[in-house]
């Protein structure tokens, strides 16, 4: 009786410690920036006077990460003349609460034909422990609906930074 008892507790205990090493599984804590694929613009063909929209277009989301601060800045310039009009946006947000793709919108003047060029910065604060992302790239295609490119260019334990350019012709 003895011998079947300390069988049942050894295999009561082999069974235990099976079912903690399965529940011990490594929790990932890396925290990444997202990968951009450029920005859309909304008309993708806008004329003088319209608003226009330009959205940060992430192919892939971040993971772990807390706060980020988006700052857009907007030059308009006719016949590369001084500046007309700039406008700057900043917009901050807890990421993973809402990880959508950032916007910001620019009214274009009346009755100009000229140049905007938007820059965009993405500082983002991480959650978990930092990692170098891949970069993201240039897709400056407008048949596609998308205009310059947007890429990582900083990180460390703490933070990781995005930025990108784009521009494009308004016609009248």
């Known amino acids: 009786m003895k011998k079947k008892f300390a069988l049942w507790g050894i295999g009561m205990l082999a069974g235990l410690f099976a079912v903690l090493l399965t529940g011990c599984e490594e929790e990932d804590h890396e925290s990444y920036v997202p990968v951009f694929e450029g920005f859309s613009v909304y008309p993708n063909q806008p004329v003088s006077g319209d608003s ?5 277009v992430q192919s892939q989301i971040g993971h772990l990460l807390y706060k980020a601060v988006y700052t857009w800045n907007f030059t308009y310039t006719v016949n590369g003349q001084e500046d007309l009009v700039t406008k700057t946006v900043t917009q901050q947000v807890v990421y993973d609460a809402n990880p959508a793709n950032p916007k910001a919108g620019f009214r274009l003047p009346e009755a100009t034909t000229g140049q905007l060029v938007v820059t965009f910065s993405a ?3 991480y959650s978990g422990q930092g990692r170098q992302s891949t970069s993201g790239g240039t897709y400056d295609n407008p048949s596609i609906g998308r205009y310059g490119s947007i890429q990582q260019v900083q990180s460390s334990q703490l933070f990781g930074v ?3 350019r784009a521009s494009l012709t308004v016609r009248r």
């Open 162 to 164: 995005c930025r990108g």
């Open 123 to 125: 500082e983002y604060s």
């Open 52 to 56: 226009v929209v330009f959205e940060a």
